[in-house]
């Protein structure tokens, strides 16, 4: 149950309007200065004991700051060393809808990673997003099948046909309509960049750094360009596109690239002599065994007992490719599957997510990639485009330029997206691997061009997503490491043309 309070019995309607080029900042002073945050002991085992948590309240619609409120879960790991902080570093979490649900554990996870003079400069801030995990929650009631990354992911018929995307987008928007309440109405990036601007207030801190991965780093452009002059020292790793015109259409559509630049790692890794997966003899054979494969699955699925859906098609199989390419970690898994499919066999099912958690996530990714942006709404404003897709990019199968259920959102979006320029300190750092299924290097590239002075980038030669501390390289994580501990970024963008330490 949504936990809000409110002063009146309805709200009334946003007429707010965000200019495209000199956009609102809503700030503690009009909407009310937060109260200093009450720190407590986190819920949860496994976490970092110095580790404490607290909860902010925050308006739900910042056109009516007097209104409903609902509160955002706040986390922190103070400075490990006090004479040598700087401020406070905050982990903005990728999504939208953030890694299993819920981000607000990050300093204790991710944030023991970062080098120990980071560590010692910042207090690590974590928080759930407005409508996630401990924030106050929101859900659509989904029915289960609707739950299926598949199904969310806009995967054409076998044929091309949108039909049936077309009336799950209904389905699923009607129950978001029925279900979310009005929070749905107000998750948004906008709104997410104004809660960070009250979590920095409600912290006492004049300025904020930043570490922003995947929708995370979209999330810190609107903060920096919304509020240039309370940014620090902020990086962002793994980039969005920040085309202004599509949002999350830029996103999906980025997938096309994402792959084709992914997916010959992929098979030369598969094509290795020794490697126990190995799947062809060479390279240029393991692409058209997938496309194979994938038709014939599209013709004869294969029972698949505790998956969801319960069987194994051609789309379940192109959404398996697309999962498996996130990470050389992830290759093994892919091929495994590939050689059980060959043999009309299929491995265990992997153990989901509890049934609540994927309803909060699926809400949250809902309600923000629907009100940023207006979508189109008639099955022919996408037909063309999937059919030039699927002849272009075999791979993805035209799912990139599809409907999702954005395509039948009841609600109009309050506001018109941020366009991020170069307005503002130069104070930014991105970090971008070569190779990106999700977040590929030309939409960085298109983030770079718009930050323009603000911004200088380190482009990694490595493979997958996340590049920070993950699947990066030394000298990307030693560039990042060097510019939050003492400021100092390269003077221009940067090539860290070592392979990956992973060697894929």
């Not at 030369?268 to 393991?286: H, K």
Request: charged residues 20%.
């Amino acid at each position: 149950m949504m936990k809000i309070k409110t002063n009146a019995a309805l709200l009334a309607a946003s007429g707010v309007v965000l200019s495209l080029t000199a956009p609102l900042t809503t700030t503690a002073a009009t909407a009310g200065a937060p109260a200093p945050l009450d720190w407590a002991t986190c819920e949860g085992s496994g976490l970092d004991p110095r580790q404490q948590c607290a909860t902010l309240e925050v308006p739900m619609d910042y056109a009516n700051p007097s209104g409903a409120k609902i509160s955002v879960a706040v986390s922190r790991i103070p400075s490990e060393k006090p004479q040598a902080r700087r401020g406070a570093l905050l982990l903005i979490p990728g999504g939208p809808g953030g890694p299993g649900g819920s981000s607000l554990n990050n300093p204790s996870g991710k944030g023991q990673k970062l080098p120990q003079e980071v560590r010692d400069a910042y207090d690590l801030i974590g928080f759930d997003p407005r409508g996630l995990g401990r924030s106050t929650p929101v859900t659509c009631g989904l029915e289960y099948g609707d739950l299926a990354t598949s199904k969310l992911r806009p995967w054409p018929a076998p044929n091309g046909s949108i039909t049936e995307n077309m009336a799950t987008a209904q389905r699923m928007s009607d129950a978001c309509a029925r279900n979310g309440g009005e929070l749905i109405r107000h998750i948004s990036t906008v709104n997410n960049a104004r809660d960070i601007d009250r979590i920095r207030a409600a912290l006492g801190e004049q300025k904020l750094s930043a570490w922003g991965v995947s929708y995370g780093t979209y999330v810190g452009a609107v903060y920096s360009r919304l509020f240039p002059h309370r940014t620090d020292r902020i990086v962002l790793d793994s980039n969005d596109d920040p085309d202004h015109t599509r949002v999350a259409r830029a996103w999906l559509a980025g997938h096309e690239a994402g792959v084709e630049d992914t997916f010959p790692e992929f098979a030369t890794w598969a094509s290795t002599p020794g490697n126990p997966d190995r799947l062809a003899e060479r390279a240029s054979e393991v692409r058209p065994l997938f496309l194979r494969l994938a038709e014939k699955l599209d013709r004869e699925p294969i029972p698949w007992p505790g998956a969801n859906p319960q069987e194994l098609n051609g789309n379940v199989l192109r959404q398996t490719m697309l999962d498996g390419l996130y990470a050389p970690s992830g290759f093994p898994g892919l091929a495994r599957l590939i050689s059980a499919a060959q043999q009309g066999t299929v491995p265990p099912a992997r153990q989901a997510p509890p049934e609540s958690v994927l309803q909060n996530v699926t809400a949250v990714g809902a309600g923000t990639l629907c009100n940023d942006i207006a979508w189109p709404k008639t099955a022919a404003s996408y037909e063309k485009d999937v059919a030039k897709s699927r002849a272009a990019y075999p791979l993805t199968a035209g799912m990139t330029r599809n409907a999702m259920l954005c395509a039948a959102w009841p609600f109009t979006p309050k506001e018109p997206p941020v366009r991020i320029t170069d307005h503002g300190p130069s104070n930014i750092l991105l970090i971008q691997n070569q190779r990106d299924v999700v977040t590929p290097l030309s939409g960085a590239l298109n983030l770079r061009k718009a930050l323009g002075k603000r911004a200088t980038m380190v482009t990694v030669n490595s493979t997958g997503h996340d590049a920070y501390l993950a699947n990066g390289n030394e000298c990307g994580d030693r560039t990042v490491s060097h510019y939050l501990a003492t400021g100092e970024r390269p003077h221009r963008d940067t090539y860290c043309g070592t392979r990956s330490r992973s060697g894929e």
